[in-house]
């Protein structure tokens, strides 16, 4: 576990060994930390924009010693694994863009208004409360669901925007995406008790039965 | 009550007394859940003129660093709240990355604010290779010219000047979208900027 004053002494670290400045985006237990909703985690979820950045990043952590393991421990044999680094009981899950079956998307990334400096090269943006819903759902781990009950209940949520976020991915080629978030918030719902307006979960498996007649149709 | 449970109905700018109305307890007790709040880190306090003590209680005092909107309401007499959160760690801004912050956020108040920043940068090439990565060279030295007409200012380098100076032919930009002030035409022909302010803006600098 780390906490908020370990890890901000960790960026700090990084920071002076990267070579150029990078920006990061932190979407699960870190973000949670910087919005005031946990005190400590396991994980430090980092997505990147560039495979570029992330190499320069890991180059930046392996003399901390951090040491590559391998994601299929913690992902199974999901797609868009990230890349996980290892020290002690700290990790790195390092994405690029693609986070499982979610995209960071565009929208998402301008969200992502809190930023927060590390020295004079590590950018750090905390992406938006209702993003960081949508990539528990991405992940799904251990934990992930009760992270996600934790947001709901301590910040207002504008249901509207993880509808919105969800068309989008869509969009973007996630084509599950509907099938996926409608089932993580049924989850929340009826397993522990969140309060998930009906009316959303309607919306997201209205969009499914509309994909499930397209597909028919092209059959 | 749990610190994170004050902390969630406390979070704002506070009196002992507007606490103890708030909670619903007297003012010792109030006290001692500001006592509680700060240990945890989440409060800074202040006093004012009569002495009486006002407490700003809020997660990111416990985050700590430094932040641009701090530097600006150290050195500027236009006071600004903070619109969003952008803090950093582990090196201490220069006056010169404010002011260059300042312009990229083109707002008119934080630009405002960031033109006292003019009586005390001092170092122009760091300030022009600043200017000059985020494209701002010219807005930098209208900001300048403008400051000077209304406070004592360090003088600019002449290389600034000279590096920065567009050509005649450059199309006017604006500082703050799509704002023009009908006063400074010079500076701003001299420049090629829109400048967005008028001289009764720039009153608390006289």
């Given amino acids: ?219 | 009550m749990k610190t994170k449970e004050l902390l969630k109905k406390l979070e704002g700018v506070h009196t002992i007394t507007s606490i103890s109305d708030l909670l619903n307890v007297s003012k010792q007790k109030a006290a001692y859940y500001v006592c509680r709040l700060r240990k945890a880190g989440y409060v800074k306090t202040k006093r004012l003129r009569d002495n009486r003590r006002v407490y700003n209680i809020s997660f990111e005092n416990r985050l700590g660093g430094s932040s641009y909107y701090d530097i600006l309401n150290k050195n500027s007499p236009v006071k600004i709240a903070t619109p969003k959160v952008y803090r950093i760690y582990g090196k201490e801004p220069s006056l010169e990355e404010t002011l260059v912050y300042a312009i990229k956020t083109r707002s008119l108040r934080t630009i405002l604010a960031s033109l006292a920043l003019f009586k005390k940068i001092e170092n122009w090439k760091e300030l022009y290779h600043l200017a000059k990565k985020n494209h701002i060279e010219r807005q930098v030295g209208a900001l300048y010219d403008l400051a000077r007409k209304f406070m004592r200012t360090r003088r600019m380098t002449k290389r600034f000047r000279n590096n920065a100076l567009p050509k005649k032919e450059y199309p006017l930009v604006y500082i703050v979208d799509n704002l023009k002030s009908k006063e400074f035409s010079d500076i701003g022909e001299t420049w090629r900027v829109y400048l967005p302010f008028n001289s009764a803006d720039l009153e608390d600098y006289k």
């Fill in chain 1, 1 to 219: 576990m780390i906490s908020i004053e370990e890890q901000q002494k960790l960026f700090i670290e990084i920071s002076r060994r990267l070579d150029k400045e990078i920006t990061v985006y932190a979407i699960g237990g870190t973000a949670m930390m910087f919005l005031g909703i946990k005190d400590s985690t396991l994980d430090i979820d980092l997505v990147f924009e560039t495979e570029r950045d992330k190499e320069v990043f890991k180059d930046a952590i392996k003399p901390l010693g951090y040491s590559n393991i391998d994601s299929a421990i913690v992902y199974g044999g999901k797609t868009n694994a990230p890349e996980m680094m290892k020290r002690g009981d700290e990790r790195f899950d390092l994405f690029v863009i693609n986070v499982i079956d979610f995209i960071f998307s565009d929208t998402m990334q301008q969200r992502a208004e809190q930023i927060y400096q590390f020295g004079a090269n590590l950018i750090l943006k905390v992406a938006d409360s209702h993003d960081i819903i949508l990539m528990k759902c991405a992940t799904d781990r251990l934990k992930d669901r009760d992270d996600a009950k934790k947001i709901i209940e301590s910040r207002k949520i504008d249901w509207q925007t993880i509808v919105n976020e969800a068309k989008k991915q869509i969009n973007l080629g996630k084509t599950d995406t509907a099938w996926e978030l409608g089932y993580f918030l049924e989850d929340l719902k009826n397993d522990l008790k969140v309060e998930v307006p009906q009316v959303v979960l309607d919306e997201l498996f209205g969009i499914l039965k509309n994909q499930i007649e397209k597909r028919k149709k092209n059959i």
